[in-house]
């Protein structure tokens, strides 16, 4: 029996907005594009989050990020990291920066209260 990570389990018992999602999916792909400032923990945390998350619809990131997630977390080539590149450009471009923000204030409460 597996047992799941703490931010998870937090996933499973919290709400989300669309927006949140959002900003989930494009932290993910920040870290896929290595270009996230966050810890190894804070980025294990944020990858179980984005597993229990990422079936909910968004509301500005289109839902085909997905699959491209799923294959640069499977499989890095040339191609798949220039897309995950792309894509994480346009979802800085797209969410707010302050929602962005407000979002990451959120996990850092929820997640590491002691910080």
């Known amino acids: 029996m597996t047992i799941a990570h703490p931010a998870a389990l937090w996933a499973k018992t919290s709400t989300f907005e669309p927006i949140h999602i959002d900003c989930t999916t494009a932290i993910m792909l920040k870290i896929l594009d290595s270009k996230c400032k966050m810890g190894i923990e804070e980025q294990t945390a944020l990858t179980a989050i984005y597993d229990v998350i990422k079936d909910q619809q968004g509301e500005l990131l289109d839902a085909r990020l997905h699959p491209l997630i799923a294959s640069a977390r499977q499989?890095?080539?040339?191609?798949?990291l220039q897309d995950?590149?792309?894509q994480r450009i346009h979802a800085e471009?797209?969410?707010?920066?302050?929602?962005?923000?407000?979002?990451?204030q959120r996990l850092r409460e929820a997640l590491m209260p002691e910080h």
């Open 75 to 80: 499989q890095i080539t040339t191609e798949i």
């Open 84 to 86: 995950v590149h792309e």
């Open 93 to 104: 471009e797209v969410i707010p920066k302050p929602v962005m923000k407000a979002f990451k």
